[in-house]
Every structure is written in C-alpha cells, then in structure tokens.
C-alpha cells in the first residue's frame, strides 16, 4: 500500500478507511479512534502508540512534498482536525492524548508541507487555548514549540 496514494485520496489505509473516510468522523469518533492520526499525519519515526502504523522513508517524504495534491490533503486534515480542537474543549487540561496529536500535526506539518503551515497551525493552538493555555504543562507546550 502506498502512502502517497492514501494521502491523494486514492487507496485505503491499512483499516480500509479513505481519507474522506477518516475525514467525515464525527467528534466521538475522533476523540475515541487511536489508530488513524498516524495516517494522515505520517513521521519518519515509528509510532510509541499503534504499533505498525507508517513511517517515512527519505523517497516517501521526497514523493509526498513533490505532489501538490498530497500536500493539499495534508492541510485539509490539519483544518479538519483543527476545527475538532476548536468544537471541543476537554483537551484544554494537564494532560490529554490530543497534546500528541497536535505535536505530530505540527512535526507533519514542517516535514511535508512548510514552516508556513506549521507555524500557523501552532498559532491556531496557541490562539484556541487562550486564557487556559496555564492548564497546559510547560513540557507539552515545549514539544509543539520544537516540532
């Protein structure tokens, strides 16, 4: 299975899902589902949490930044998910498995796309969280800050 024609909408993950699939999860559905974060926002580095999810090599990441349509399912995931985080707030505390998400959403970001793209997802985080962005460990927000 190629993971650059998962990310151009046109093969299945290893779940049978599409990324419009993945795309029309509603919010119970995302906050619940462990296993698909690492699909439409793939590193270069084994997952710690589901094992046997992708990992880049050198070509995939050259492949995936060579293709326009990629990177533009890369962003519109990145939106999708943003808009998650700005419908639900009960991430807004000490410790939540959305703080690794969006450290991988920002590390995909920047590796894929551009800085550009990171950055202003970073910006999106920092500007929902707001007055609560005390509640968030100094840890964590270290993490997004260097990914």
């Given at each position: ?45 084994p997952s710690a949490s ?83 962005l005390s ?13």
């Amino acid at each position: 299975m190629s993971l650059l024609n998962f990310l151009e909408g046109n093969s299945a993950d290893v779940h049978d899902r599409y990324l419009k699939d993945i795309w029309s999860f509603a919010d119970n559905k995302i906050e619940s589902t462990h296993n698909f974060i690492q699909w439409i926002f793939p590193l270069g580095v084994p997952s710690a949490s589901v094992p046997g999810s992708p990992v880049l090599s050198k070509s995939d990441v050259d492949e995936i930044r060579r293709s326009e349509i990629a990177q533009e399912n890369i962003c519109k995931s990145a939106d999708w998910y943003g808009k998650f985080l700005e419908r639900n707030n009960f991430w807004m505390k000490g410790h939540d498995h959305n703080h690794l998400r969006i450290t991988r959403v920002i590390r995909c970001l920047r590796l894929l796309v551009d800085d550009d793209e990171a950055d202003a997802f970073s910006i999106e985080v920092y500007s929902l969280l707001g007055d609560k962005l005390s509640s968030i460990p100094l840890r964590t927000r270290a993490f997004w800050d260097e990914a």
